[in-house]
């Protein structure tokens, strides 16, 4: 078995760990999601460590030295930290020449040949599904042998291995929460809409809808929801209870947990035996009856990608929703008590000012409890960025979708809408949703009732500011 490592290298301060991936750009209020995608293979090697360096503020020093005693490093990356990423790899290398070095992520997934040939210290990168791929390579299987990967050889060349099938049965994959248990900190991990310490875990890949702009199911985890079973789940949670008893809320982070809703309902009768509290991604049509089964076996929150208040838009990217009945479904959480932190993107194909207009009058409207405002991003491999790249929407020299100091910008642009009008507009979204009497007396009195959630709004109202100050900079 190879000594392996797996490594989320540093990166900007505030960098954001983003849906257990390199997430694209500072956020407007920091936060961390946990490392799962690296977790899951880590969970397969046995004598692995996985560093997750963002959150844990460990610079390159300590990663340095772990290396010399390292056999392979499999570092994650993404389309905007793959600059910084490989220079880090060749950092690596320089420490320990030996030293075998993987890439994995959509970014290479996507683009495995070009990402060689501009990645010289990568030995590989692995397409798609990467999990008993790396497992394989740990345990010693030639490169040429393996499944789903693009190599380099001895004499430089770049060798293409055939496709490995996706997995089927998601129940054979280990907890990663022996993962978390043995290398992370949970309390280093948090996200402002959800109770703090929190866990979070897959309990499917994949998802139904076919939104343009979305990366992973497109790239990675695909378009059927392949998934854990209940009992698998449970199983999976009340081992955390036990390794981690400070835990105040799970989080499941498939892409849509509410794409099969009778194993919804079966998992949340599991986790009502457990007495947990529990929040996770939806779509917005879940109907009343399910809600409540939710509800009243422990759930919390729901994080809802609503995208846009204007029905062209939602049909533009193939979202797959009618505003009325996301109106509707909302009003249905307001009235069972269910919270919602509700995710807009502006600057979607067919993006106007009065369509930005619209989403923010409709946010208003609607009022999750708590809301961020993306701007889109055009990842490759997406049915969005070649739609941007055919019709002249994307500025080349844009395309990591970041700046220098880790900002996201607004790569995409229109005959009628600029670049400039767009960015701004993520502020005016800000500003009117969240600086109203009525939100901010609800705000107020959530801090009154609840002492943590004062410190924390606090906290978070700083960096609201000293992000929109960074964006100025920019």
Known sequence: MLRTLFLQP???DGFDGGAGSRYQAKREIRSFWYPTWLAQPAAMVPGSRLIDAPPAKMGMGPILEDVKNRDLVIMHTSTPSFPSDVRVAQMLKDANPKLKIGMVGAKVAVQPDESLAQGSPIDFVARNEFDFTIKEIAEGKPLAEVDGITWRNENGE????????????????????????????IEDYFIGYLKHPYISIYTGRGCKSRCTFCLWPQTVGGHRYRTRSP???????????????????????????TDDLPRAEAIARELGKLGVTWSCNAKANVPYETLKVLRDNGLRLLLVGYESGNQQILHNIKKGMRIETAREFTKNCHKLGIKIHGTFIVGLPGETKETIRE??????????????VSLAAPYPGTFLHKQASENGWLNE????????????????????????????????FYKEFYFRPSKIFAILKEMVTDPQMLKRRLREGVEFFQFLRQRHSS
Do not use: C, W
């Open 397 to 428: 020299e844009e395309a990591e979708l970041i700046d220098d100091n880790g900002v996201q910008i607004a790569p995409l642009h229109y005959p009628h809408l600029s670049h400039t009008e767009i960015f701004k507009s993520v502020e005016t």
């Open 10 to 12: 540093p990166s900007f």
């Open 231 to 257: 009992e698998h789940v449970a199983a999976e949670i009340k081992l955390a209870m036990k390794y981690f008893p400070q835990v105040k809320e799970f989080f499941f982070d498939d892409d849509t947990f």
């Open 359 to 372: 989403t923010i009058e409709y946010a208003k409207e609607i009022n999750p409890h708590t809301m961020q």
């Open 158 to 185: 770049i060798i293409t291995n055939k496709d490995r099938a996706m997995i089927e049965d998601m129940d054979s994959l280990p907890f990663v929460t022996e993962v978390y248990k043995r290398d992370l900190k």
